[in-house]
């Protein structure tokens, strides 16, 4: 398991970047739940953290492309396309302990 932070680092139905050893990670709390996925949009790599936190879904802030935390879907593609148009968005198994969030490698 790789320690990814503190849950007392992600605001409560915010969400944080967190920069690893070669992955950049968003870290998002949405009530009781955290989820962790990649960054970077699978469309052209728009930060997600500089994005929307709709619930547990996550809004592009380049073109809108919309993907579900929990399991990376595309809810809606970039510039209001099908979800088909990009690939979905890698997401890990997180695990809190004593207060810290760890995901399940790779
Ligand atoms: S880079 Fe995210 S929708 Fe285009």
Known sequence: MLRVC???EVPEDGMIRVDLKG????VARVRERVY????????????LSLGLL??????????????RLA???VVEG??????EAI???KTYKVQVQE????IEEP
């Open 71 to 73: 399991d990376g879907s």
């Open 36 to 47: 962790v996925s990649d960054v970077w949009c699978t469309h052209e790599e728009g930060d």
């Open 6 to 8: 503190s849950l007392k």
């Open 23 to 26: 992955k950049e990670l968003l």
């Open 87 to 89: 690939p979905r968005l």
């Open 54 to 67: 709709e619930g547990d879904i996550v809004k592009c802030p380049l073109h809108g492309a919309r993907f």
């Open 78 to 83: 970039p510039e209001g396309e099908s979800p």
């Open 99 to 102: 207060g810290e969030i760890y």
